[in-house]
């Protein structure tokens, strides 16, 4: 089956401790994307890479980090300098044929602040 | 700056009872605009893209229409499995989507 695997669902965090968050997709998508969403709020982006080895700063990029050295991957790290981190992280991905770009979400991986 | 404003931030309906949620967006060379559905504790779920003004989609009891200014996901006599958070998002000239804040429906039996 094609898709996108987040893990894991949920992640704890000591206070001063890095995380990562792995994201991964056999859907052969160029883009990949990293989302934060907060209750009431709607989605917000925190970085993208539109091709392997690049990557770029979304909305709120501020203590997060991100690589992207294999198509399928693209973890993001949750460094100790993101002071708020608790949120439900989304993973997405872009399939983009004929100029008609649909985008596709992981399960989401909730972190909480231990 | 682009805006995505969703309306009404909840919505409570009985089962069978049609209605009507709104998204409603200011964006700078609209390059298409996303419906997705939103289970408690999942990712979203894809629904619907629109790319331009007139255009409509079906899908069982949804359909999504869209105007220069606004979209609409009517739902026609829902049923409780169709509970759930609707998000729309809109993509302009960037890579990345900006999202509303969704609207929460609920369908009681």
């Known amino acids: 089956d094609g898709g996108i695997t987040q893990s894991p669902k949920y992640l704890f965090r000591k206070e001063g401790q890095n995380v990562t968050l792995s994201c991964e997709q056999n859907l052969n998508h160029d883009a990949m994307y990293w989302y934060r969403q907060d209750p009431g709020q709607g989605l917000r982006l925190i970085y993208y890479?539109?091709?392997?080895?690049?990557?770029q700063k979304g909305d709120i990029a501020e203590g997060y980090s991100v690589s992207r050295e294999k198509k399928e991957s693209f973890p993001l790290t949750v460094t100790s300098a993101q002071k708020n981190p608790t949120a439900f992280y989304l993973c997405a991905s872009t399939e983009n044929r004929d100029s008609q770009e649909t985008q596709y979400f992981g399960p989401g991986t909730r972190l909480l602040v231990l | 700056e682009d805006q995505v404003t969703q309306s009404p931030e909840a919505l409570r309906l009985q089962e069978g009872e049609s209605s009507s949620l709104n998204c409603s967006y200011t964006v700078s060379g609209l390059r298409g605009l996303f419906w997705y559905r939103q289970d408690p504790g999942k990712g979203p779920e894809f629904l619907f893209t629109l790319y331009s003004a007139g255009e409509e989609k079906e899908k069982e009891r949804l359909k999504a229409t869209l105007t220069k200014k606004e979209s609409f996901l009517h739902i026609t006599a829902p049923k409780p499995e169709d509970s759930a958070t609707y998000l729309c998002?809109?993509?302009?000239?960037?890579?990345?989507?900006?999202f509303g804040k969704g609207t929460s429906l609920l369908v009681t039996p």
């Open positions: 890479s539109q091709i392997v080895n690049d990557f």
């Open positions: 998002a809109v993509l302009n000239s960037g890579y990345a989507l900006n």
